[in-house]
């Protein structure tokens, strides 16, 4: 090999070995970065929380509901309060990853989700010909479309359980800044 070829094998190399120090300091979080993402985080936490306690407590109509795209054999929902359920809402427009990483959380707690009935997937316009197996279950279908709970203009999948009174007792909205709470709360359900 001549004397050319190896000094330009050296630059060659060389400037390999710039361009990626250069991007790991470019790609490499500053604790500035972490900083402005610790505070986004915050916000965005405490976001979900005030629209939490501002749900919970308030009471669902009792409007006729039903499996999958059977809409002739429908039944009240507060059929269902009669048991306690874990409600899992999302309309169709929600983040497809979103709602993948929550199924696989209750995948991950409750691996027989799909024949237990306390688990219920509820969505307001999740397509006609996909709500006999949504992700392994029949979507509960809203003769009225929606629950009548502000949260549900906000496009985030959030869990509840409701009394039999149909009193939204516990809520929870999933985020993706925090899928660890979301973990704790879908243990917290398997646990009581």
């Known amino acids: 090999m001549s004397k050319r070829v190896k000094t330009l094998l050296i630059m060659a190399t060389l400037l390999l070995l710039a361009a ?4 790991f300091f470019l790609l490499s979080p500053s604790s500035k970065n972490k900083s402005e993402l610790q505070d986004f985080t915050e916000i965005v936490l405490k976001w979900v929380t005030d629209r939490e306690q501002k749900t919970e407590g308030r009471v669902l109509n009792n409007q006729w509901v039903f499996w999958g795209n059977d809409s002739l054999t429908r ?24 709602v993948v990483a929550t199924i696989g959380l209750i995948k991950k707690y409750i691996p027989d989700y799909e024949q237990n ?5 509820i969505s ?7 709500r006999n197996d949504c992700y ?55 646990n009581n």
């Not at 269902?80 to 497809?96: D, W």
């Not at 307001?124 to 996909?130: G, H, M, Q, S, T």
């Open 20 to 23: 990626a120090l250069c991007l």
């Open 75 to 98: 039944f009240p929902f507060f059929e269902l309060t009669s048991k306690e359920r874990l409600y899992l809402y999302f309309p169709q427009h929600v983040c497809p990853p979103c």
């Open 117 to 121: 009935n306390s688990i219920v997937f």
């Open 124 to 130: 307001p316009d999740w397509p006609l010909r996909l």
């Open 136 to 190: 392994g279950k029949r979507v509960l279908s809203l003769y009225e479309g929606t629950l009548w709970l502000p949260i549900e203009k906000e496009d985030a999948p959030f869990f509840f359980q409701l009394s039999p009174q149909m009193e939204v007792m516990q809520i929870h909205i999933v985020t993706k800044v925090d899928y660890k709470r979301t973990e704790e709360y879908i243990k917290a359900f398997v």
